[in-house]
């Protein structure tokens, strides 16, 4: 099992350079095996400048977006500026794509379809592969790729897992640690690589889990809300079917999604001032249901039986968005208590 570890770069904040640079060495001696960014210009530092400065500051982790979308960038400003990122880390950047979330929605933009979506990548993969590529009709180019820099998707729904197993590299696979949930995204990566004629044994998964170290399972809960939330409200976008949702959750979701402040998507309880969306996950009596599903949460031991259980369940590699408070810590416990045991 590998662990992959999401951050931001905040440049607003008191030694937020030094904090992110920091910490991106930090996953990199802990033992962890990626260390990406997120792609949200509203909320934080730009996109590939801090890819640079994680490149710059590491040596042997792979590198890349956790999560970019299709609609912020033309397709060959962003073949451009992940490959100059993987020049610079001598091969290790990998390019990941979604729909889109805090990134277009504080753009006043709604999410990409799948055929947007699809397209984009497809456009990506030529121009790395031929150097041109027909793109909303029109004949683009890209003429000094070094190399087909592999392109991940985080889909947490039925079309988006087939998506990914017909076109991506990697998927972060967002549906959540529920059993038929883990066995529906297999099965639904492996008909999309089938209809492309792959095997699914070429695509790397991960699963995308919120996290937190506490005293116990409520204190680690507590100091991570807004992030429980934060993939609760993508899991209540678009169809309730083929996601494994209760009839009674999903009008809670559908609250939680109307009512859910994009420009607050990266609260930190303790860091960033007052929480707009934290209240919402006792409020709309989501808590139980959001943790169970999509987080890693408690005490060191609790920790170990959660991992352990979730290896047997079928989960692979776990790649964590860092929205704990004590993000220092989080990686030093991971190093000391947690990857040594599963890697």
């Known amino acids: 099992m590998k662990f992959a570890f999401g951050h931001a770069l905040h440049p607003d ?21 990626m260390v990406m960014m997120g792609d949200t210009p509203a909320l934080a530092g730009e996109h590939f400048t801090s890819l ?6 590491t040596s042997k982790v792979r590198l890349g977006s956790f999560i970019s979308n299709p609609l912020m ?3 060959v400003v962003a073949t451009g500026g992940i490959a100059t990122v993987d020049a610079l880390a001598n091969g290790r950047a ?18 990409a379809t799948q055929a947007q979506l699809e397209e984009y990548i ?16 029109q004949t683009v180019r890209f003429n000094w790729a070094q190399r087909r820099i592999p392109i991940y998707m985080a889909p947490g729904g039925p079309k988006g897992l087939r998506l990914a197993g017909r076109i991506a590299d990697g998927v972060f696979i967002e549906s959540g640690f529920q059993q038929d949930a883990i066995d529906d995204a297999y099965a639904q990566i492996a008909a999309g690589a089938a209809e492309a004629g792959r095997s699914p044994d070429n695509i790397e998964m991960w699963w995308h889990a919120r996290a937190c170290f506490g005293d116990d399972r409520d204190d680690a809960i507590e100091k991570i809300q807004s992030g429980i939330l934060g993939i609760g409200n993508r899991l209540g976008r678009f169809q309730q079917e083929g996601k494994f949702i209760p009839d009674h959750i999903w009008p809670k979701l559908q609250e ?12 930190v309880k303790g860091k960033t001032g007052e929480l707009a969306n934290a209240h ?11 943790a169970d599903r999509f987080a890693i949460v408690g005490d060191v031991d609790q920790w170990i039986e959660r991992i352990a259980t979730l290896r047997e369940m079928g989960v692979k590699n776990i790649a964590f968005t860092a929205l704990m408070p004590d993000k220092k810590g989080f990686l030093e416990t991971m190093g000391q208590h947690i990857v040594p045991r599963f890697s």
Do not use: C, W
């Open 73 to 75: 960038r033309h397709p």
């Open 122 to 137: 497809v456009t990506m993969q030529s121009l790395f592969d031929r150097g041109e590529a027909v793109f909303e009709g």
């Open 94 to 111: 990998f390019f990941g794509l979604s729909s889109g979330d805090s990134g277009v929605y504080n753009l006043g933009m709604k999410p």
């Open 13 to 33: 904040r008191p030694n937020g350079l030094g904090e992110f640079i920091d910490l991106s060495r930090l996953a990199e001696e802990m033992g962890f095996a």
């Open 256 to 267: 939680l999604k109307r009512r859910y402040d994009f420009l607050h998507h990266e609260e």
């Open 52 to 57: 640079t400065l994680i490149a710059q500051n």
């Open 280 to 290: 919402l996950l006792n409020e709309l009596g989501l808590r139980d249901y959001l």
